[in-house]
């Protein structure tokens, strides 16, 4: 979806430059909301490959370039989804709105200790530390019976599994940073949404064997997330 938005044409295009010359190479994964169902009854992680578009991902390539060379059936198809996709990120950015309000209420909970030690990126001390275990299963459970798929709560050992836990641990990291860094005011509302948005990379990436980004703060919210989830949870992550 977020390859699709903006300047459709060119953006799905640089998105897949790189793979798309190694496309025998490239395994695609199915949805996020098939994910969270997946991840609650199985830790196999071969079933989290959508096997259809990963068949397909060579010709979905070759189907790029025909349209960036001019084939207007492929363009119109492109475009298309280029409009839905940006549709759901404008929701995704009145969400930011909320988010960046909650950030604000959450940031003036936190001791003055507690706040130096976040800026100086210094180790947690107990009392820090069982908050945050706190306040991610707070969260997970928030995200559970919220989703539209789920009825009640799994027991604790699918919980711990789950592409929602791994979600909101990423996520709540994510705000440790906001706080630190001077919280949310000091970022624009687009800048929070894609932070957001970026969260999926890092919870998809603890399923496998590490994130490929030039990003520095996602791989530092990714290292601290696979360091929590071992240590705080007993996760194993990267598992394949």
Known sequence: MEAYRGNTLKSISKSIEIVSDFPDQVIVLKCTRDLVSLTLSSMDS???EDSDQTKGF???CLGVRLAMSGNEALKAQIIKKGIEASVR???FRDNAAKVAKGIAELSKSFTPEHLRVLRKREVYPADLLG???????EITA?????????????????VRDSYLFRFAVSTYILTLRWISDGGPATVSLDKLRNDIVDMNYIAHATYFDGLL???RKMNEIYQEA???LENAFAVQPNRT
């Open 226 to 228: 696979c360091f929590i």
């Open 213 to 215: 980004s030039r990003d």
């Open 131 to 137: 908050r945050i275990i706190r306040e991610i299963i």
């Open 46 to 48: 071969a079933r989290l």
């Open 58 to 60: 060579r010709a979905f």
């Open 89 to 91: 990120f404008d929701n």
């Open 142 to 158: 928030l995200l559970f019976s919220k989703h539209p798929d789920i009825d009640q709560m799994p027991e604790a050992g699918r």
